[in-house]
């Protein structure tokens, strides 16, 4: 009866054994498409953010459009705090 018993554990623990394995397996290949699909995003993204990129153009171009505006706050400040009235009368004529 004992031998009985310890057979039927050296086969559940084969069992087990040969589950683990396949398991492991699954595991090993879904961590190979994972890593393949990191790759790839990786590159995507290198690609999206290379200075010759659109993206990198459309972002300078951006930039320099805010820093035209923020110049043009700047002067446009700058005269409201000179001429207050500005506002009021409008533009000043230069003479």
């Known amino acids: 009866m004992r ?42 993204i290198d690609q999206t953010i290379a200075p010759d990129s659109s993206l990198n153009h459309a972002l300078n171009e951006t930039l320099e459009d805010i820093s035209d505006a923020s110049k043009s706050m700047e002067q446009l400040t700058d005269e409201l705090y000179r001429y207050p009235g500005a506002l009021l009368r409008g533009k000043r004529e230069d003479k």
């Open 3 to 44: 031998r009985f018993a310890e057979d039927l554990q050296q086969g559940d623990i084969a069992k087990k054994g040969s589950l683990l394995m396949e398991n492991l397996s699954k595991a090993s290949a879904d961590l190979d498409n994972t890593f393949q699909q990191l790759e790839r995003t990786l590159r995507s």
